[in-house]
């Protein structure tokens, strides 16, 4: 289900819009129109001309056809990105933080004047100050105090202290929503006054490059308006989905701890060429080059993982070899107990918390 736009948010002006598109469309028609001109009158005008003409038709045609110039909204998975007025607290200005502060500045979906991190490290504050040009502070309280919305961002074994702290200044004013691994909505709940609306999500490291997968579940005292707001600030450098808090267990098994499974798999791929031969050099860029293509390979259809497996698979060939030995050793297997792993793991930490 689609969550309704915050109260405090809007789309961009119909009036920008529509100067947006009628820029756009003409860039578009000038170069399309240019590119057909150059194809008569290049041998005309000498191939200096007619290489600046091209280059012209090339970006009238870029606008036409690539999303990724034409803006982030006409990709039908992205939602548009949405104006904001509130102001942000941030407790904790870690790597997770940094990503989803980066990814909020530099969508625009709020303004960095309304923004504050809270950290104790001097460094960290100059990093956000100096970069991505928001206010912070040392005080967690005062940055709370003052926000309308607080991300969590702390390391769990802080949770008891940050909480004993910012807890009593929560409110149903107020919106909490945590990116802490391990920390249920009731042991957030405990230390809130009544009625604090609490967002629990689980994201993962690909944020830092606004790549990110984040799950998220509502306390009962959020409502569809809080899920919006929440979509719209993690969405800025992640894709977000909905998912009952009994499942972030398995969440994080998944993608919490997923991009740990891929670097070690690229690790391992990595020494395995070295061994046959390969220099450092080789077996890096063969191996970060391949996986990044068939990753994308993957995301660009509807063909899935087994099915592009399958046709890489020729029947007695060198990847049919390699796959026998994946499945002698019980590949899937150990994937699956690496999971369930992880999952006990994180109900033991939310257990002990």
């Known amino acids: 289900m689609t969550e309704p736009l915050p109260r405090y948010a809007r789309r961009g002006t119909a009036g920008s819009m529509l100067w947006l598109g009628l820029f756009a469309a003409l860039g578009a028609v000038a170069g399309l129109f240019l590119g057909n001109a150059v194809a008569v009158l290049g041998p005309v005008l000498g191939s200096g ?5 091209m280059a012209i038709a090339g970006a009238g045609a870029v606008w036409l056809t690539d999303p990724t110039i034409r803006g982030k909204a006409d990709d039908p998975t992205s939602p548009p990105v949405q104006v904001m007025t509130f102001r942000l607290g941030v407790v904790g200005g870690g790597n997770m933080a940094e990503a989803i502060v980066r990814g909020i500045v530099r969508s ?7 923004i504050c991190v809270a950290d104790p490290v001097a460094e960290r504050r100059t990093l956000f100050s100096s970069q991505m ?4 502070s040392a005080s967690n309280a005062e940055t709370v105090a003052a926000a309308d919305v607080v991300v969590l961002a702390v390391k769990p074994q802080m949770i008891p202290a940050v909480m004993a702290e910012i807890g009593p200044l929560m409110g149903p004013r107020k919106l909490l929503i945590s990116i802490v691994a391990g920390t249920t909505i009731a042991r957030l709940a405990s230390s809130c006054p009544a009625a604090t609306r609490i967002v629990r999500t689980m994201p993962n490291t690909p944020m830092l490059v606004g790549r990110g997968m984040v799950a998220m579940s509502p306390g009962g005292d959020a409502n569809a308006e809080d899920l919006g707001l929440a979509r719209a600030l993690l969405g800025a450098s992640a894709r977000v989905i909905e998912v009952p808090e009994e499942k972030l267990d398995a969440v994080t098994a998944v993608s919490g701890s997923g991009p740990a499974y891929f670097f070690l ?3 391992a791929l990595m020494d ?3 061994q046959v031969g390969l220099s450092d050099d080789e077996a890096r860029i063969l191996t970060e080059t391949t996986f ?3 990753a994308e390979l993957l995301a660009s259809g509807d063909v899935d993982a087994a ?14 070899a390699a796959i026998s030995s994946f499945e002698a050793d019980a590949f899937a297997e150990s994937v699956a107990r690496a999971v369930r792993a992880a999952r006990d793991r ?4 939310a257990e002990q918390r």
């Open 108 to 114: 625009g979906a709020l303004r960095a004047k309304d």
């Open 292 to 294: 990044r293509g068939a």
């Open 272 to 274: 395995a060429a070295r």
């Open 133 to 136: 040009r928001v206010r912070t």
């Open 265 to 267: 798999l690229v690790e």
């Open 307 to 320: 099915e592009l497996r399958r046709r890489v698979t020729s029947p007695g060939g060198t990847t049919a």
């Open 49 to 53: 001309l007619g290489a600046a003409l």
């Open 346 to 349: 994180s109900r033991e930490l």
